[in-house]
């Protein structure tokens, strides 16, 4: 960022891993924010759906706490 709190267009563009981690105020990142711009050391990331079919789960289901509690109500004998 140039003295006047915009980032600077000029220089090389550096990637994520080669960037130091910034020290952005609270002030200058809600600032940041507001004007749409990128945060520093931030990765941006690219997540689109896949629109596919969804995947059957491998786990088995885990019971819900009260039939948990319900079933060893259950299974102990009366007295």
Do not use: C, F
Not at 15 to 43: K, N
């Amino acid at each position: 960022m140039d003295p006047t709190g915009n980032p600077s267009s000029s220089g090389p563009a550096r990637t994520p891993a080669e960037a130091a981690p910034a020290s952005v105020t609270l002030s200058q990142l809600l600032q940041l924010v507001q004007q749409g711009q990128e945060l520093p050391g931030l990765e941006r990331r690219h997540i689109a759906a896949t629109n596919g079919e969804p995947t059957v789960s491998r786990l088995p289901r885990r019971p819900k706490p009260w039939e948990a509690a319900g079933s060893a109500e259950v299974s102990a004998p009366p007295p």
